[in-house]
């Protein structure tokens, strides 16, 4: 790890901490939040006929982790969740596809739902998102994150789709290798994301970073049609050496940065830079990596394995 990367998330670390610090003192001071109640609950539901399935997850404090159930499994969905306030769980089913939702529940009590996520925040560290999802049928996954550090392992997963909206916290994601195209849409909040895209991946990729660092590590022969817009803070793509890649990138006020072996095809940098660069070998490759890049104020850089 780069000394520019230790930096950044001690930073992100301190102003975590501070803020649940301070939220923490104001509910003592409002005597609200801070005596609510922990629950813990399990949650499943069988694959039984289906065939494919829909799965909303919308974890909203604490520490948040999804992955894959054992391949013999009977489960379409399991998850153990440690909370405050009510959690809603529904299951929904149409022909051979199933809907599963797991979130939040808000009730009409206006301020309680204000009291209960500030006193989640505070309490963060009690808080536990624990979601597992069957391997055995393809997947439409989306997941909807708020103040959480999401550990999002879905390398073993058949996903027709993915969509992640960030809120406040840090993401490391796994992608599944699969011989089919799938498209990925991340949508970063507050917070640091790292996406590993394995060996000969297929997906399409739209990135929308918010505040904060994004590193994409492209594996081995992929194939992947990547858009990718800048906001406040470093993106970093990693690629293999030997990888075909075409990167047009426009930038705000951030730079542009790539390897030496990368050719210039044409790049204006009179104000900001505009411009296109390839690899000598992109041309006749037949697996391709190619990247749009719309700059915000941070820095784009695509780095060798």
């Known amino acids: 790890m780069n000394q520019e990367k230790k930096k950044y998330e001690t930073e992100w670390s301190f102003s975590f901490g501070n803020l649940g610090e301070s939220i923490s003192q104001t509910l003592a001071a409002l005597g609200i939040g801070e005596d609510a109640e922990v629950k813990s609950s399990h949650f499943e539901e069988?694959?039984?006929?289906?065939?494919?399935?829909?799965?909303?997850?919308?974890?909203?404090v604490g520490q948040a982790r999804v992955s894959a159930l054992l391949a013999a499994a009977d489960n379409l969905f399991e998850a153990d969740v440690t909370y405050i306030g009510e959690i809603r769980f529904e299951v929904r089913e149409e022909d051979n596809r199933k809907s599963v939702i797991l979130r939040q529940h808000v009730k009409s009590d206006v301020l309680k739902p204000i009291r209960d996520a500030l006193g989640s925040f505070?309490?963060?560290?009690?808080?536990?998102?624990?979601?597992?999802?069957?391997?055995?049928?393809?997947?439409?996954?989306?997941?909807?994150?708020?103040?959480?550090?999401?550990?999002?392992?879905?390398?073993?997963?058949?996903?027709?789709?993915?969509?992640?909206?960030?809120?406040?916290?840090?993401?490391?994601?796994?992608?599944?290798?699969?011989?089919?195209?799938?498209?990925?849409?991340?949508?970063?909040?507050?917070?640091?994301?790292?996406?590993?895209?394995p060996a000969g991946s297929s997906i399409d990729l739209t990135a929308n970073n918010g505040t904060g660092q994004t590193h994409i590590d492209f594996g081995a022969g992929s194939a992947v049609n990547a858009r990718i817009t800048g906001g406040i803070g470093q993106c970093v793509v990693t690629v293999p050496a030997d990888a075909p890649v075409r990167l047009k990138a426009t930038t705000g006020l951030g730079k542009v940065h790539v390897p030496q072996n990368f050719i210039r095809v044409k790049v204006d940098e009179f104000v900001a830079t505009v411009g296109t660069w390839e690899t000598p070998n992109y041309a006749t490759a037949e697996r391709r990596i190619d990247i749009k890049y719309d700059g915000g104020i941070g820095s784009f850089t695509i780095q060798l394995a």
């Open 46 to 60: 069988l694959i039984e006929t289906a065939t494919e399935a829909k799965v909303v997850l919308e974890p909203t």
């Open 122 to 197: 505070a309490r963060r560290d009690e808080l536990k998102w624990d979601m597992r999802l069957t391997p055995r049928i393809p997947l439409d996954v989306q997941i909807n994150s708020g103040v959480t550090v999401n550990d999002f392992d879905l390398s073993a997963l058949q996903l027709t789709a993915l969509r992640i909206n960030g809120g406040t916290g840090k993401t490391d994601l796994k992608l599944p290798q699969l011989a089919t195209h799938y498209p990925v849409t991340l949508n970063s909040g507050t917070g640091e994301l790292n996406v590993d895209v």
